[in-house]
């Protein structure tokens, strides 16, 4: 078994924090983004998408899609369970998970892509409308996140699982996309600081 | 029990299509889309992100998102598997589920959103630079799916799962987006029709 990884980008750090929570060791190959070995012929033949992280099982098959990864893992090492417990528990943090997806981490990376100077030969054509369009989408859902996380510990309820492990990635790259958590946003602020003092936020 | 539906809008069709192949009949309330019954302020303590479809469960949790509605359903009713069987099928089924997601519905709701006259009250503000930056990515992710559904029946393997649910609803919606699967994808097309004449295609 192998893990593509790209360092410090968000989506292959998803899959090595969720690692850490298990406990879990896979070896690893850097798959240098700077130098667009994403886009190389090799990694092209794993993932024809051209994005990392991919996982490579010792058959041969490649698993690519953080989520589908960590899930991959959550079968295999059940303990702790970070995708849910019950069928109910499970649904609110496939919920939440999906909600930070599509309303958080989805978002800022359209407008890192399509602002950033460094973004300018990944992402053709460059659309910053789209950014522009973006930036106060991405500040309603921060308030309600906070709304939210003023009655309870976690994303998804009491106990810490896949959506804080996305939350808090997503809340980190608000910085490159040049935004960040407003001050007034207090049970957010808490809740970020909780989740990154965990030892698994240093993967 | 009771979910909200949204009519013909792909995401409430996809949770009526999963629920037609479980054979699982749930009282249903409408959410008229066309009047913005999603925007009303009873709607909106349903959901606050104002999206459709939810489900409320008996005691009162709102359970939002398509596949969490899905996976919920899954969870009580496990047959058919239409999240795969094994740890290593059931992650090939998420990674398909995700690649269409965010590479062909994902798209081509933009596309639709920021293009279609329709939208212009809906989103707010139309960018109509990033629906003409993503039709040549939906382009090419359908040669992608063409060339994969050469090689087995359905998108996750020979089995019909939830990412031919998702898989068929995106390609039902480029036509509202005017777009087309050309002529030349064959094994696109095949995958299509064969799925499109289950009964549950009329959910």
């Not at 690692?19 to 994403?38: C, F, M, N, S, Y």
């Not at 500040?139 to 709304?147: I, K, S, T, V």
């Not at 998804?156 to 959506?163: D, L, N, P, S």
């Not at 935004?179 to 007034?184: G, R």
Request: net charge neutral; charged share 25%.
């Amino acid at each position: 078994m192998k893990l593509f990884d790209g360092g410090r980008a968000p989506n292959p750090r998803r899959v090595k924090v969720f690692l850490a929570e298990k406990g879990i060791t896979v070896p690893i190959e850097q798959v240098d983004l700077g130098k667009l070995g994403h886009k190389s012929a090799a990694y092209t033949a794993i993932n024809p998408l051209q994005r990392v992280p991919a996982l490579e099982l010792n058959d041969g098959t490649i698993i690519t899609e953080s989520i589908a990864i960590c899930r991959y893992f959550e079968r295999l090492h059940p303990e702790p369970q970070l995708f849910g417990t019950d069928a109910r528990d499970a649904a609110l943090v496939e919920m939440w998970e999906r909600r930070i997806e599509f309303h958080l981490l989805g978002p800022v990376s359209h407008i890192f892509r399509n602002s950033h100077p460094a973004m300018k030969e990944m992402e053709v054509p460059q659309v910053p409308a789209w950014a522009d369009a973006n930036r106060p989408r991405v500040m309603e859902f921060l308030g309600l996140l906070d709304r939210e996380l003023a009655t309870r510990r976690y994303i998804a309820g009491e106990r810490y699982t896949v959506a804080d492990i996305t939350g808090m990635i997503a809340v980190d790259f608000l910085k490159p996309a040049k935004l960040a958590v407003p001050e007034a946003l207090g049970s957010l602020k808490r809740w970020h600081e909780d989740v990154s003092s965990r030892p698994s936020a240093k993967a």
